[in-house]
């Protein structure tokens, strides 16, 4: 596992965490509910986690600073094109001090496809991410299913979205044949 390296500023007093989640672990948060956030895009527009409802999202927790997160942006540029038409959101979260400004110029040199939120620490804090890159895996209802901290293979990603994918599948499936045997 390689870290680019610790989180340790705060850039704001506001907290964006909305309700009043419990911080998780990076290792207890499989099976935990996703504590929702509002953070801004690089457009400006505030973004909820909870608006990603009915899909599933991949949270990654990057800078611009961070020499493996520079590694797996084009494996997720890759999957999102690959798996966004099956319901698959990436949602990266940008925490460093390098401004909006120096963020867009980065993701757009590296041909991001996915929304890039401007991060702020307590999300992360909520999270347990303590290294970048941080990357959970959310089903659709919410729910983290997995989670990576550090630079994993191209394959544990994809596998990972695979099995988040066809879980939710599986669910929605389930659901939808209880409704029709109960009418």
Same mark, same amino acid.
């Given at each position: 596992m390689i870290f680019a390296g610790v989180r340790n500023s705060s850039r704001s007093k506001v907290s964006?965490? #909305?309700? @009043?989640? !419990? /911080? #998780?672990?990076?290792?207890?948060? *499989?099976?935990?509910?996703?504590p929702d956030f509002a953070l801004q895009d690089l457009q400006g527009k505030q973004v909820k986690l909870s608006d990603f409802r009915g899909k599933a999202v991949l949270l990654n927790f990057w800078a611009t600073f961070c020499g493996p997160c520079k &590694?797996?942006?084009?494996?997720l540029v890759e999957l999102q094109k690959q798996y966004? /038409?099956?319901?698959?959101? #990436?949602?990266?979260?940008?925490?460093?001090?390098?401004?909006?400004?120096?963020? !867009?110029?980065?993701? *757009?040199?590296?041909? &991001? @496809?996915? =929304?890039?939120l401007q991060g702020q620490d307590a &999300?992360?804090?909520?999270?347990g991410a303590v290294g970048l890159p941080a990357t959970?895996?959310? %089903?659709? +209802?919410?729910?983290?299913? %997995?989670s990576a901290l550090?630079?994993?293979?191209?394959?544990?990603i994809? +596998? @990972?979205?695979?099995?988040?994918?066809?879980? @939710?599948?599986? !669910?929605?499936? =389930?659901a939808s044949g209880r409704v029709k045997a109960a009418s």
């Open positions: 964006p965490l #909305i309700g @009043n989640p !419990e /911080p #998780i672990s990076s290792a207890e948060a *499989k099976g935990k509910q996703a &590694v797996e942006m084009p494996w966004g /038409p099956q319901g698959l959101e #990436i949602l990266g979260v940008a925490l460093d001090d390098s401004g909006k400004d120096a963020i !867009e110029k980065f993701a *757009k040199g590296m041909g &991001v @496809n996915y =929304t890039i &999300v992360g804090d909520a999270y959970y895996y959310i %089903d659709r +209802n919410g729910k983290i299913i %997995d550090g630079l994993v293979s191209r394959s544990e994809e +596998n @990972n979205i695979k099995k988040s994918l066809a879980e @939710n599948r599986s !669910e929605a499936e =389930t």
